[in-house]
């Protein structure tokens, strides 16, 4: 069985300069779900240095060591701004639009929006799954990133200007893998759906892209590491990359991120893949 290659990053460089990344990212405000661990606390920590300021959720409060960081415009320091963090369960719409709401109340507006939240469900053959582990991963993988991308599109509708989503994917939305049937029906959902809302939403100013961010060392790669072979075929793979220490890290991703957000490309397709790091990454 043949797959579909992972699509390239079409971006050169990030940002010109320095100097354009500072004014690009000034006053930018961003949602990240999922941001109490592994890859969306990871971006949230990147965005919080860039200057961005932030709204974090998950199903366990998110605390973000670092708040925005000061910056100086024309000569004036500004005060750095501690996110809005909450506790939500993204398949919760009700609760989801709550949050996003005091994101709003606190900030005025969102101008991206990463749906990050996701669980990696059931491992091993399909006809083992327990209904309830696939529909709660089901509930959290596709639902959740619908409601989250419903609210943003709502939202940038509503206002002046454009709007950045991101919905996180990963490689296995077109790359089969046996053991993970929930997972990549999930990935390849989330990957439909954010292709349909880039066409709905053009005329609004909103720009849709969902993202596979490349292999991070998470709390879901060391599930995948822990897993039976009988249940995951492809186990070794996941633990020969712990070996090698082939993983991306989260800064990598988010600086990848700010720049398909807020580098002034045009980029002329929805579904993304981030470059491998070329320097040697730190484990997150």
Known sequence: MTTAPDPAWPLGALFRSDAERREALSGK????????????????????????????????????????????????????????????????????????????????????????????GPVGPLRLAPPEEVGRATAVDVSGVLYGSALFAAHVRGRAGTGVLVNISSGLATNPSSGLATYCAAKAAVEMA???????????????????????????????RASDPAQLPSVARYRQLEESASFASATWVAEHLLGLAFGGHEVGQVRLRVPPEKTQPTSR
């Not at 939403?201 to 892209?209: H, I, K, Q, S």
């Open 29 to 120: 405000v961003a949602v990240v779900t999922g941001a109490s661990r592994g890859l969306g606390a990871g971006i949230a920590a990147h965005l919080a240095s860039a200057g961005i300021a932030l709204g974090l959720c998950a199903r366990h409060r998110p605390e973000l060591v670092a708040v925005t960081r000061p910056r100086a415009h024309d000569g004036v320091i500004e005060a750095a701004v501690a996110p809005v963090a909450a506790a939500v369960d993204v398949a919760d719409p009700r609760a989801l639009a709550a949050f996003a709401e005091r994101v709003l109340e606190r900030f005025g507006r969102i101008d991206m929006w990463i749906n990050n939240a996701g669980v990696l």
């Open 194 to 224: 954010t292709e349909v809302v880039a066409r709905e939403e053009r005329d609004a100013g909103l720009v849709a892209f969902a993202v596979s961010p490349g292999v991070v060392d998470t709390d879901m790669q060391v599930q995948l």
